[in-house]
């Protein structure tokens, strides 16, 4: 005789709503500090480099949403990488 298979309820799941973001203070801090001098006084420029990984984009997506939350109009623009295409200027987007 054919039986189905029990039906075992799930593990009780919590949704995960935010990715987890390790260490990294002190280099938002900077960047926080340098958003609010450029209020201050001027625009500023920060570049933030590393090696494939070392989270780059995740850091400045935190500084992004800090920014928001703070009241800024955040705006980002990607460019292509050089040796792929033709470069081109940023396109921005809110
Ligand atoms: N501070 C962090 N805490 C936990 N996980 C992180 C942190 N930063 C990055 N990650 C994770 O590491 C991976 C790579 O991060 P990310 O894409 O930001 O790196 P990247 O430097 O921008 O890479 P690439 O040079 O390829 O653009 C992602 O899965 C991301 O979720
Ligand atoms: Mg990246």
Not at 23 to 44: F, I, N, Y
Not at 49 to 69: F, N, P, Q, V, W
Request: glycine share 10%; with cysteine; hydrophobic share 45%.
């Amino acid at each position: 005789m054919f039986l189905p298979p029990p039906v075992v309820p799930l593990p009780q799941t919590v949704p995960i709503t935010e990715a987890p973001f390790v260490g990294r203070q002190e280099e938002l801090a900077a960047l926080v500090a340098a958003a609010a001098e450029a209020a201050a006084d001027g625009a500023r420029i920060a570049l933030v480099t590393g090696e494939a990984g070392l989270g780059k984009s995740t850091l400045l997506e935190r500084l992004g949403r800090r920014l928001e939350r703070d009241g800024w109009l955040v705006a980002v623009g990607h460019c292509s990488e050089v040796d792929r295409r033709r470069p081109r200027g940023p396109g921005l987007r809110r």
